[in-house]
């Protein structure tokens, strides 16, 4: 790649924060904001919240719980015209916290749909939505761009269906893994090919922060639901077992 590189900004440099600067360092010079961070890894040189915020193109990188706060921090340093996009695991309450940016920002919300441990050896052909949030456009740009730099599989959503879907997609993923965390030890010597690959699914996420697991069972508008019919049926599957 030849000539001057893009600037990108990256608001959080936790394990997700790292994977993005990973994949986008071939295509960005990337200056990340972290104060928990000393060491950009060669993918990044650490900066200041103004200089990082103050990029044509910055991504939010932070847990959801202090998306708000983050929001109003950049506020007064975003470029007008500057593209600005989330990581989160949930779109609805990004989407409404973003549009607190000044006018003529431009908001896309994305989730990769694959985290550190499952993105560990390559995110090509795995999937990440797109979520128009102001600025249509630039969604089918960040769409293009994920999809042929990136060779990432995209779906383009609204942020009320991205939501929708993966209050069963992740939520239920999510719970059933705590719970089967909470009963370790489990076996793993007479184990059936299925077992295997459920401990595969919850080894996947068995890192992940307090913080992600509050975000998708709390922070999504449709989790609750979800989880109601889910503790319904197993209700009545234990009646029918017990009686």
């Known amino acids: 790649m030849s000539g001057v590189r893009p600037q990108l900004g990256l608001i959080g440099f936790g ?13 960005f010079d990337i200056l990340a904001h972290d104060p928990a961070a000393d060491d950009g890894e060669g993918l990044a040189r650490l900066t200041t919240l103004e200089e990082a915020a103050a990029c044509p193109t910055v991504v939010l990188a932070v847990p959801v719980g202090v998306l708000a706060e983050t929001v109003a921090a950049i506020v007064p340093h975003v470029t007008p015209g500057a593209l600005i996009l989330d990581v989160s695991s949930v779109k ?9 940016l000044p006018e003529g920002v431009q908001i896309v919300g994305t989730h990769p749909l694959f985290g550190p441990q499952s993105g560990k050896d390559g995110i090509a052909g795995l999937r990440i939505a ?3 949030v102001r600025g249509e456009k630039a969604a089918w740009r960040v769409a293009a761009f994920c999809r042929k730099a ?3 599989k995209v779906f383009v959503v609204a942020p009320e269906d991205h939501d929708r879907e993966a209050a069963t997609v992740q939520g239920l993923t999510h719970l059933i893994a705590k719970v089967l965390l909470a009963m370790e030890p489990l076996p793993t010597r007479m184990t059936t090919t299925s077992f295997e690959r459920v401990m595969q699914g919850v080894d996947m996420v068995r890192h992940d922060s307090a913080a992600v697991f509050r975000a998708i069972e709390h922070d999504n508008p449709y989790a609750a639901a979800v989880r109601r019919r889910f503790f319904d049926l197993a209700e009545q599957a234990r009646a029918e077992l017990d009686g």
């Open 130 to 132: 797109v979520c128009p």
């Open 150 to 152: 990136l060779s990432l």
């Open 15 to 27: 394990a997700f924060g790292r994977l993005t600067a990973r994949h986008l360092s071939p295509w």
């Open 92 to 100: 609805v309450k990004p989407a409404k916290v973003m549009l607190g």
